[in-house]
């Protein structure tokens, strides 16, 4: 049976498989990049008392958590065209899709762990004389960062996994690149299983990192 798979054949089709995992790697790093930075901006909002901040960011939140990646792919490369007056490149959406939606979950992971630092840190900051916004960022902010990198890892494996779905509106990553080699070629099985192969050096790359980023925060 395996006598049958064309395994060597898979090595003439790796060029158009590197442009596929280049498109997946910069897509999810700077999707991911825009998402931290919006998780960050909505999660301290999602903990504002400012009514209208909380509103804002908690509607954001639930909007993107409450919808399918595809269909957030689908709106944002057909509808949003229509609403802004602009064409978006399939790159340029794919990046806006990942940061959207990796940035919803990051706030939440923001959110609860900010919320799980003891209330007596903030009274403490306040009673050597910061301010609040000087008490969240030198003593509230780092001891939460670092119960943040755990999910954060799995919420970028996740997001990488995600790009794979950005094929519906054409972006070239690596299964939109796999899915066009094996429709010429007819040799399905093996590109799909190179394809998983490369989505699994990716993953196990960054949990090797973020291993070690767990372990140096730690000491």
Known sequence: MLGRFDWAGVI??????????????????LGLLIGFILGAIFGIGRISKNKLVYGL?????EVIRGTPVLVQAIWIFFAL?????????????????????????????????VDSIEKGQMEAGRSLGLNQSQTMRYIVWPQAFKRMVPPLGNQFIISIKDTSLLSVILVPELIFQGRLIAANHFNAVEIYTTVALFYLAITLSLSVVLRFVERRLAT
């Open 81 to 113: 065209p229509l609403i802004i007056g602009q064409n978006l490149g399939s790159i340029t959406a794919g990046v806006i899709v990942i940061a959207l939606n990796s940035g919803a979950y990051i706030a939440e992971i923001v959110r609860g762990a």
């Open 57 to 61: 960011s908690t509607v954001y939140v």
């Open 12 to 29: 003439d089709f790796l060029p158009e498989l590197g442009i596929g995992l280049y498109y997946t790697l910069l897509i999810s790093v």
